[in-house]
RNA sequence: GCUGGCGUAGCUCAACCGGUAGAGCGUCGGAUUUGUAAUCCGGAGGUUGUGGGUUCGAGUCCCACCGCCAGCUCCA
């Protein structure tokens, strides 16, 4: 081999010689014209660069083709979409500054700097002129400049040049020219706007700038990017479908809870049948933690606003606890707690402990009030009065661990009986004045709970400063029904508050150290998790936590007395059960009952009454109906009830 | 909190340029007595989110406030 001749592998470990300065579209097309006509970008030694990129000797290749199955396709279409988004805003108003224009998970955005927000008429116009930037079908060109260069490139351009400063100078500064437009970009990008051929933009809102809230607005707009229309279009029936799951749509039509007016922002009323989900809930959780030798206490719902300035949480979190309440004489002043744990700190500290008390484990379902700003206020995702299963453990460093590990069965258990997907997040330290304590506490913290999901074995994220402001913490997140990801669980490690409370226990040595703490919650909140369920289950929830599990349907009068006999069975067996008696046709009843979605519908007639029998219509089963014994039924419940399956 | 959009009956929605609010579902009454996803007839139900303003006249235009939705920021 010369000098001449580069060495690529590729995928299948394969080797292909090139000649040198030979590019990815160069080895697409020699290993086939079908593959040189399907590249957008490739992977070279793992990094996603341009198809133009010469590649260097002994690089490992793989070609990404067009395909929306491929998050690196995507990735690459839609970041070409979002410089075709700036350039046709740029050339509909010249003076727009220009932000950052990502793609994302579910598309691509890009931020600028007009004097007027971009109005949903505005969005329209600006998508027609983008068709006109995708016709034109200019590349992408990419070119690598100096710094000095950079600057006299973006020099009216005050948000590139704040961005350029922050290139550290050993990093490349690239640039991006496709016709008109020039950005300054790391890439990579595909060969031309007109590939952006399946687009639609979304949306208008607007956007701090740097995500900084006391920098200006910016007007961001969204927009989402396909290699095929059928894609395009089976993402926005996705996303109508999603809407359908709703929470706040269901709560209403399945009369599960209401938020008003009359009573108050994030303040949330549970119906009858809402109410039935959180008690199931609880009492589910209730006895998991019973069996782990948690124990039950009540603290108050107000307290000396003292306690929260020793917790330090007034210091941190005023602005989101609802004001004092000024007591009238020497009392002092009071606060509505937003969390439990100086109060369950105070019950630890009523008396001296011992090491052969711990660890202690306290454990309250406690309604706690967050005064949360308005404008992130989200249905039951996200609430002002908020119930807790909350729970503290105290105990020795030596504990943390099988501690943790107990937490960690009990999201294991939880997530799984429901079928919920989730992921865990390590969070961190937070900045500087956003936390307590000293960074050797903090570290030990922080160790503890690497230590304990390694040898859990479990996967996770890192949030980097993600933790509360007095300890790290592992968190789980799930999505809602349309994609947003909402924190559940938590498990909170706390060398601080024991320090703030002075927290102590006697040990074998006869001295006394320091207990740690753990705060963790499990369902998180019950409104959240409730509302999770609620998308999860769109509704349709499986038989141990339905509302209402059985609905009997006599099919005339004269079947009133049959039913209401199997109602009265079922009700002695301590089941949830409705009788629809109404003189609409069965088939009315039948359809109202799958609308609200029932998990049994038990029609009762004169063949059932003679027989002894019920003819079932399970919900979502193949055969609309099966005809079985009333005893049959009542085992069939139970054992679906007392298993909690998810099937019924 | 910030930016934008929205707010009409319990729910979903309609009402041209400003001309005095209407439908379906639900609810109530009556008829019907039904065998597996909507039986028929009739009635009631609205200070058009709240408060101001412009106008002969405001659901419609203007202002303020409240609430909701999307995004940003925040989330012990």
Request: net charge negative; hydrophobic share 35%; glycine share 8%.
């Amino acid at each position: 081999m010369n000098d001449s001749q580069i060495t690529i592998s590729l995928p299948d470990s394969s080797t292909r010689s090139l000649p040198s300065g030979a590019t990815a579209a160069d080895l697409a097309a020699d290993i086939g014209p079908g593959l040189a006509k399907a590249a957008v970008a490739a992977r070279v030694n793992g990094e996603l660069a341009d198809l133009r990129r010469a590649l260097p000797d002994g690089a490992s290749v793989a070609i990404v083709t067009r395909k929306d199955s491929d998050p690196d396709a995507l990735y690459v279409l839609r970041h070409s979409a979002a410089h075709a988004l700036a350039t046709a805003v740029r050339k509909l108003y010249p003076e727009a500054g220009i932000g950052f224009g990502p793609p994302i998970e579910e598309g691509f955005y890009y931020d600028f700097e007009v004097p007027e927000p971009f109005t949903p008429e505005d969005i329209e116009t600006i998508q027609a002129e983008m068709v006109k930037v995708i016709e034109a079908d200019d590349p992408f060109a990419r070119r690598d400049v100096d710094r000095s260069e950079a600057k006299a490139l973006f020099a009216d351009d005050p948000l590139k040049l704040e961005r350029l400063e922050e290139i550290p100078d050993d990093e490349t500064i690239s640039v991006y020219e496709n016709g008109p437009f020039l950005d300054l970009c790391r890439g990579p990008h595909a060969p031309s706007t007109g590939e952006i051929q399946h687009f639609k933009l979304l949306h208008a809102a607007g956007a701090y700038w740097r995500g900084d809230e006391k920098r200006q607005m910016l007007q961001r707009i969204y927009g989402t990017a396909f290699y095929t229309s059928q894609a395009l279009d089976e993402y926005v029936t996705r996303l109508e479908e999603a809407r359908k799951r709703d929470h706040r749509r269901l709560g209403q039509e399945l009369d599960l809870f209401s938020i008003q007016e009359d009573i108050g922002p994030g303040l949330v009323c549970w119906h009858p049948k809402g109410a039935r989900l959180q008690l199931e809930l609880r009492r589910w959780i209730e006895d998991l933690l019973t069996a782990r030798k948690y124990e039950f206490v009540f603290t108050p719902h107000i307290s000396s606003e003292a306690l929260f300035r020793k917790s330090g949480h007034l210091p941190n979190y005023a602005e989101n606890m609802y004001p004092s309440m000024q007591g009238d004489g020497e009392e002092g002043a009071f606060r509505v707690k937003p969390m439990n744990c100086p109060g369950h700190t105070t019950i630890y500290a009523a008396r001296p402990r011992s090491y052969r008390d711990l660890p202690i484990r306290l454990s309250e379902i406690a309604n706690v009030y967050r005064y949360e700003r308005s404008g992130t206020l989200h249905g039951l995702l996200r609430v002002r009065m908020l119930t807790m299963d909350d729970g503290h453990v105290f105990c020795t460093p030596e504990q943390v661990e099988p501690e943790i590990f107990t937490c960690l069965e009990l999201v294991d258990i939880v997530m799984s009986t429901l079928g919920l997907e989730y992921r865990f997040d390590l969070s961190t330290r937070p900045d500087g004045e956003k936390r307590i304590g000293d960074d050797e506490l903090w570290d030990r913290a922080e160790e503890a709970l690497h230590q304990a999901l390694d040898r859990a074995e479990l996967e996770y994220g890192l949030d980097e400063g993600g933790g509360a402001f007095y300890g790290p913490k592992i968190d789980i997140k799930f999505k809602d029904a349309i994609g947003r990801e909402w924190q559940g669980a938590t498990i909170q490690l706390d060398f601080n508050l024991p320090e703030r409370f002075d927290l102590e226990y006697v040990g074998a040595d006869n001295q006394t150290h320091r207990p740690v703490m753990i705060h963790r919650a499990i369902f998180g909140t019950l409104e959240r998790f409730t509302g999770v369920l609620i998308e999860h289950f769109a509704g349709a929830f499986p038989p141990w936590l339905a509302p209402v599990q059985v609905r009997v349907l006599p099919i005339t009068d004269a079947h009133e007395e049959g039913a209401r006999a199997v109602l009265d069975r079922l009700e002695s067996e301590g089941y949830r059960v409705e009788l629809d008696s109404r003189s609409d046709t069965l088939g009315y009843r039948i359809r109202d009952g799958e609308l609200q979605k029932v998990p049994y519908l038990l029609v009762v007639g004169e063949r059932e009454i003679e027989a002894g029998t019920v003819a079932v219509r399970a919900r979502g089963a193949d055969k609309k109906q099966v005809i079985m014994p009333v005893d049959d039924f009542v085992d069939r419940l139970r054992e679906r009830v007392e298993s909690k399956s998810l099937q019924n």
